[in-house]
């Protein structure tokens, strides 16, 4: 297996490291082309235009790189996939973007189990917003695909979110409430629960309770109480979907116990109330990966080549309404460094 | 005989030269032509400097001002109250430390009750804000002066109401600080150059103008005696050379004469027949052979006298280039990267180049003695330049502290050697008469570079590193070593004496003295490990790790051969007139020991300063009176080995101190820090001073020279 996988790799590699050491001069090729004819890219989205998908685009407005964009949402809806797969090999498009783990992995495959009848395999693809690239197996290793596939991480290495929690405040217990059903959020406590021994907190988790393989919503309120009693002083929220579904109950139930809460998404924080976060905005991730498109579609460099990295750039946000009604105030130092939302309206507890 | 060469070497050591008239009257030329511009010129700067300087604090002070402002109402606007403000001292704490010319940072409520503040203590502001609450701020603030400091305060506002006011302080004599810094420089660098330009013109003195008179003087004071057998060998074609080769011939005329006289007087006695005027032609002769004497080999003989003060300014530039690096070499040696972990601990890397060094000069100067009575000062120079000068720019190369360790000990090596062929030249140059004279040039040329050397390289290093300082020391080191090599080879260095090589085994019967052995122990060799364990090593550390420059670390070491300098001077008279030099001896050390510990006493710089001047004085003290000491309580040692083997044994003893010295003081920073170090070595040494003191009553009881009938 390991050694199949070596083999693929350097016969991939054969083929295509001569052609990035000898990149087709881009001078001489792009402006004949731009005026003509634009790159075309066909963008299958998961949950409708967001932001990742507006930096994704402007990155092209900004640098002046014409492009046609063939944009296609499933609206959550898995079945519609393999359609998108068959009408962008029937375009011809020179690119595909691809947004969510679920998306990439239908439509781009595994680097294990790739199907040229099933997958896009000929046209290059970059992908966003995949939490775990190489726990959901679409790359074995950040540094490259191995494959006509580039992309971005988006999630804050887990140190750094707790060294941003902590110089808020220093924390001696962190709650977590999670859906159990999740592998990410399995996986952010172990973590959690690793750098508390380092960093000198405890962490309490509470799954909330499953029906019939299905998360409950209404748990979600008690699981936070519960955490309240524990005795808990600050609340993660991890990048899990159906908390992220159901942020308004769970980062409400929060402020009713006047726990802070941190996020490790942007959502939460931005459009709900969680107090405050740690994130790679999505429009930043949108941006990085048109880059990478970039460098794939005009500088003719191949998508094995580009490693999978977030933005350089952390963006602290902190919620100010919620940290009005919390009276926790951030640190002087943290705040000068963090972009605040606040609609100057007070919240409701 | 010998006690009026010991007080002749005194007296001598403080007499530069005989044509001190014309010297001084020389340096006061140098002090007229060079001071005023210098002094001129800096005042301007200063004034220029001075009205630029002040009116930037306030700018830089506004800009910082204007800064918190913004930040602090952006959070106020954010719903943050003002007293709610969270990490406020972190922040302050962050500003301050890059901008060290603001003393303090605050944040008062509007009605003028302090909130925040860090850098200064409350009570020196609060009746002053309370005092003028209610007064409402424009955006430009208000500066007011605070006791010592100068206060800024600007008004922080929400939606046009004034919330808080921030206040930013410096130091009302900030300004004058650095002025005093940088008049210290200045000065400081006058000085070096008035002491170097007094070396230049001391040597161009002697080496053009009195050396040369004094050799006539010497011939003509022969020729009055009758003795007409030599003449100066002056070959210069100044004035004096003009003069000597006129001398010159006036010599050869009565040297022709003479031999006409001697022909005639040889021919009338064979020509002629009459015995009686034979007879009287012979005493004729014979009166004139006797009072007057021309050298049997038909003409004068060549005088070329070697003059001890030749090597001065050679010497001089050789030290100071060795001294260049004094000021930061454990610094050095910290910053180069170490080997980690093992037997060698990071303190006792750092201490590691100036105990080999020291040790290189240990086993340099011991064979280098031996080495010189064999083949001559010229030889022993040139064989000790190589080592001088690889060690020396090998060290600016290295690339670590075990790699520079290694040249350090080169360097020693060639340090023992030019300045052991330096010493003997002098002492072969100079008879009893005039040695004292000679070994006075040669220690005050080794002070005074060590002044020069020690504040320099400071300054250097500051400009250009550490690395190329010892490459300008390079240059230096051969820039001397061309002068000396020039020098040695005008004069043949004679036949080599050969000079009975003492066996050792009889000299270590020495340490059945107890005196000696007791002086060795508890007097020199503690000397010298404060020397280096303390002054060459902690006190860079200390002072570097306190935020000092490395010019201002050299101002403060200077102040060690400044000091050392001013009180051996007094301290060799008072020795004389009171003959109380083993006391003296005491005294120093106990001095010394007790300046060091005063870092019990104070904190911050003020101990090391105690310290460095301490042990200065403690070293002037006791450094001559302890070799003075040697004749009287090594009488017979002395006697039956000569005194210069006895006092070379001293000297090689009192190296191990050297050694010994920066590894104790290594050893004890690893446990107890650099305050521990400097207290531990302080103990140590103020201890073994003690010893020796108690001791030291007992040293004139008993008979004196107690083993004299024992003299074969």
């Given at each position: ?303 094995a080549d580009l490693p999978i990295d977030p933005p350089r750039r952390l963006s602290i946000i902190i919620n100010m309404p919620v940290v009005r009604a919390l009276e926790f105030y951030p640190p002087m130092g943290l705040l000068s460094l963090a972009e605040v939302v606040d609609n100057g309206a007070e919240v409701r507890q | 005989m010998k006690s009026n060469a010991l007080t002749g070497l ?97 944040i008062t409520d509007a009605k003028g009750d302090i909130l925040f503040l860090r850098g200064a203590l409350s009570e020196q502001l609060n009746d002053a804000y309370r005092g003028r609450s209610g007064r409402a701020l424009d955006d430009s603030g208000l500066k007011a002066n605070i006791a010592d400091f100068v206060d800024l305060a600007l008004p922080v506002h929400v939606r046009d109401v ?171 040696a910290q910053a180069l990267p170490s080997p980690a972990g093992w037997l060698l601990t990071p303190e006792l890397l750092i201490a590691l180049p100036i105990a080999v060094f020291m040790a290189g000069i240990a086993v340099g100067s011991l064979w280098a003695g031996a080495v010189t009575e064999r083949l001559g000062s010229r030889k022993v120079f040139q064989f000790g330049l190589a080592p ?325």
């Open positions: 297996m390991i050694m199949r996988r070596l083999l693929l790799g350097a016969v991939l590699s054969a083929v295509l490291v001569p052609a990035a050491l000898v990149p087709a001069p881009a001078w001489a090729e792009s402006p004949a082309r731009s005026p003509a004819k634009p790159y075309r890219i066909y963008m299958a989205l998961w949950r409708g235009w967001e932001d990742a998908a507006q930096g994704f685009k402007d990155y092209f407005t900004n640098q002046n790189i014409p492009v046609e964009l063939i944009i296609r949402d499933a609206g959550q809806d898995r079945a519609k996939l393999p359609e998108f797969v068959a009408e962008a090999k029937q375009l011809g498009v020179d690119l595909v973007f691809t947004w969510g783990t679920t998306v990439t992995v239908d439509m781009l495959g595994t680097y294990d189990k790739v199907d040229p009848a099933k997958h896009i395999t000929d046209i290059p693809a970059v992908f966003a917003i995949v939490s775990q690239p190489v726990g959901a197996k679409v790359v074995p290793d950040l540094a490259s695909s191995g494959r006509n596939i580039a992309g971005t991480s988006y999630l804050v290495p887990m140190d750094t979110q707790v060294n941003l929690l902590q110089s808020y405040r220093p924390v001696r217990k962190l709650g977590m409430v999670y859906n159990p059903l999740e592998k990410n959020s399995l996986v952010a406590a172990d973590e959690l629960r690793e750098l508390g021994r380092k960093n000198g907190y405890e962490l309490a988790v509470a799954p909330v309770d499953v029906v019939d393989g299905k998360p409950v919503v209404e748990s979600i309120a008690r699981k936070v109480r519960d955490l309240k009693q524990d005795g808990v002083d600050f609340l993660y929220i991890p990048p899990d979907t159906f908390l992220n579904v159901n942020r308004d109950v769970l980062t409400g139930a929060a402020l009713a116990e006047k726990m802070p809460s941190f996020a490790a998404a942007e959502n939460p924080v931005l459009s709900s109330k969680a107090m405050f976060g740690g994130v790679y905005r999505y429009y930043t991730v949108g941006q990085l990966t048109a880059y990478k498109a970039e460098q794939i579609l005009v500088h003719k460099k191949a998508p | 005194r007296e001598g050591a403080m007499r530069l030269d005989s044509s001190r008239s014309l010297l001084i009257r020389l340096l006061m030329l140098a002090v007229l032509v060079l001071v005023p511009p210098m002094v001129i010129g800096s005042y301007r700067a200063l004034d220029n400097f001075k009205r630029g300087l002040g009116p930037e604090m306030d700018l830089k002070a506004a800009a910082i001002a204007r800064d918190l402002v913004a930040q602090l109402e952006r959070a106020v606007g954010f719903g943050i109250p003002v007293d709610k403000l969270v990490g406020v001292d972190e922040f302050f704490a962050q500003v301050l430390s890059a901008n060290p010319e603001i003393r303090y940072l605050g004034p919330v808080a006011q921030v206040h930013v302080g410096f130091d009302q004599d900030y300004v004058a600080a650095q002025l005093f810094g940088i008049f210290y420089d200045i000065a400081v660098v006058l000085v070096v150059s008035l002491i170097i330009a007094f070396e230049v013109l001391l040597f161009v003195v002697v080496f053009n103008v009195s050396g040369p008179m004094k050799l006539v003087a010497e011939v003509v004071a022969h020729a009055r005696r009758g003795d007409f057998t030599r003449v100066p060998g002056i070959t210069s074609a100044d004035e004096v050379g003009h003069f000597v080769r006129i001398f010159n011939s006036a010599m050869r005329q009565v040297d022709g004469a003479y031999r006409g006289l001697m022909a005639y007087i040889d021919e009338v006695r064979s020509g002629h027949f009459d015995r009686e005027v034979a007879g009287q032609v012979s005493e004729i002769a014979d009166r004139v052979r006797f009072l007057f004497r021309f050298h049997p080999s038909g003409a004068p003989l060549v005088l070329r006298e070697k003059l001890s003060s030749d090597v001065r300014l050679p010497l001089f530039l050789f030290i100071f280039a060795e001294e260049l690096s004094r000021a930061f070499m454990p610094l050095y001088a000068v690889l060690g020396c720019v090998m060290s600016g190369l290295a690339h670590g502290v075990i790699e520079l360790s290694l040249w350090r000990g080169i360097a020693g090596l060639g340090y023992a050697l030019v300045t052991v062929a330096c010493q003997s030249y002098i002492s072969k140059t100079t008879v009893d008469s005039n040695r004292a004279t000679g070994l006075g040039s040669y220690v005050g040329a080794v002070l005074t570079a060590a002044i020069c050397g020690t504040v320099a390289g400071g300054v250097l290093a500051e400009r250009i590193g550490f690395g190329p300082t010892f490459f300008v020391s390079t240059a230096l080191i051969l820039v001397s070593g061309w002068l000396l090599s020039h020098l040695l080879a005008v004069v043949d260095h004679g036949a080599p004496v050969a000079a009975p090589v003492p066996s050792g085994r009889p000299l270590l019967r020495i340490f059945a003295n107890w005196r000696f052995t007791v002086l060795v122990l508890f007097a020199a060799i503690p000397a010298k490990m404060a020397l280096t364990g303390y002054f060459f090593f902690l006190v860079p550390l200390t002072l570097w790790n306190s935020d000092h420059s490395l010019a201002e670390l050299a101002r403060i070491m200077v102040l060690y051969p400044l000091v050392m300098l001013a009180v051996s001077s007094q301290s060799t008279r008072l020795a004389d007139q009171m003959g109380w030099r083993i006391g003296q001896v005491a005294l120093g050390g106990l001095i010394g020991g007790a300046g060091i510990l005063s870092m019990l006493a104070f904190d911050g710089t003020l101990p090391l300063v105690i310290g460095i001047v301490c042990l200065g004085v403690s070293h002037g003290m006791s450094a001559s009176p302890q070799l003075a000491a040697i004749p009287d309580i090594c009488w017979i040692e002395c006697n039956r080995h000569g005194r210069t083997q006895v006092l070379a044994l001293l000297r090689t003893l009192e190296r191990v101190g050297s050694v010994i010295g920066p590894l104790l003081a290594a050893a004890f920073l690893l446990h107890w820090g650099v305050k521990g170090a400097v207290i531990g070595l302080g103990a140590v040494v103020l201890a073994m001073a003690a010893i020796f003191a108690m001791v030291a009553g007992a040293y004139g009881s008993g008979p004196h020279l107690e083993t004299e009938e024992d003299v074969p």
